[in-house]
């Protein structure tokens, strides 16, 4: 009952994924069958987030450096 009042208004599930995990897709396909949805699935990765990562790791390791060497 309360899926017709949650869902009634939609007409797709969008899945956005940011990893290439078929399992992920078919619970996705899934839902969006039960719900009565159309399937519409979107890769997207990490885009720049793993360089930030590595940046700040860097950033992060050097700054610790420099604090010992004054002490």
Not at 40 to 69: H, L
């Given at each position: 009952?309360?899926?017709?009042?949650?869902?009634?208004?939609?007409?797709?599930?969008?899945?956005?994924?940011?990893?290439?995990?078929?399992?992920?897709?078919?619970?996705?396909?899934?839902?969006?069958?039960?719900?009565?949805?159309?399937?519409?699935?979107?890769?997207?990765?990490?885009?720049?987030?793993?360089?930030?990562?590595?940046?700040?790791?860097?950033?992060?390791?050097?700054?610790?450096?420099?604090?010992?060497q004054?002490?």
């Amino acid at each position: 009952q309360l899926r017709d009042m949650y869902f009634g208004n939609y007409t797709r599930a969008l899945y956005i994924a940011q990893t290439d995990d078929e399992g992920l897709r078919q619970k996705a396909r899934r839902a969006a069958d039960e719900l009565g949805l159309t399937y519409d699935y979107r890769f997207t990765g990490y885009g720049a987030f793993p360089d930030f990562v590595a940046d700040a790791i860097t950033a992060s390791t050097s700054q610790t450096s420099q604090q010992k060497q004054r002490r």
